[in-house]
């Protein structure tokens, strides 16, 4: 999690008697304090700065879920040697060695419980996929969660227009997610896969797969 640092100017005590504000002190004073405040930096591939696309959907998609009461922090930056440790979510290494800047926020629960993470990955300038990792347990307790987080990517990535186009055949978001849980259980697969092609000229994959905890779910979608 990132930490916002506050820096704050220590204020000397000094003895009144000794202390003779001038006009001139206070013009120097005011002059040294405007060099000490930092100005905004420009934002671009070098400055480490998340550009408008970075910013402006991670924000989207925390109001969205904070609607639902879904607490999702702020975005933590990572690129380098960073990338291969956390932000490796591709088979396909020509997709995956092209990734060269990962934004990644934590998931909680109305009760605080951890959920998953949503991620962005790209180029600094321009994100390339939003990707959804939400682990469940074995019980599939948190399955309205997963509905709740989808839902809230689609419609603050690709569009609201999933009930006009009803892709797949599925009237809704929840239906998808509910054909793709019921599937992976009867299939009794490790991983199993399910597309949505063509919605808003965007093709969509959620991949379950079962581990030790219960199951990942993994959402990909093109930006």
Not at 15 to 41: C, D, H, Q, R, Y
Not at 74 to 98: H, M, V
Not at 146 to 152: N, P, R, Y
Not at 153 to 158: C, D, F, H, R
Request: charge should be negative; glycine fraction near 4%; hydrophobic fraction near 40%.
């Amino acid at each position: 999690m990132q930490k916002l640092f506050i820096y704050r100017k220590d204020r000397k005590k000094m003895n009144k008697k000794f202390l003779i504000p001038t006009v001139s002190g206070i013009i120097i004073a005011i002059i040294l304090v405007a060099f000490m405040i930092p100005t905004p930096e420009k934002s671009d591939s070098d400055s480490g700065i998340l550009s408008t696309s970075y910013v402006d959907t991670n924000k989207n998609i925390q109001l969205e879920l904070h609607k639902q009461n879904i607490a999702m922090s702020s975005a933590l930056k990572l690129n380098g040697f960073s990338i291969e440790k956390y932000c490796t979510f591709f088979a396909d290494e020509s997709i995956q060695n092209a990734i060269e800047y990962c934004t990644s926020t934590e998931l909680l629960d109305s009760q605080g419980q951890y959920l998953g993470n949503i991620h962005m990955v790209g180029v600094p300038n321009n994100p390339k996929y939003v990707i959804g990792a939400i682990q469940v347990d074995p019980l599939v307790s948190q399955l309205d969660e997963v509905k709740i987080i989808t839902q809230t990517m689609i419609e603050s990535t690709v569009c609201l227009c999933w009930e006009d186009v009803k892709p797949g055949g599925f009237d809704s978001v929840s239906d998808w997610i509910d054909a793709a849980n019921a599937h992976h259980l009867e299939a009794k697969r490790i991983t199993s896969k399910s597309e949505i092609n063509g919605l808003a000229q965007k093709d969509l994959l959620l991949e379950i797969t079962t581990n030790t905890e219960g199951y990942f779910w993994k959402l990909i979608i093109p930006s």
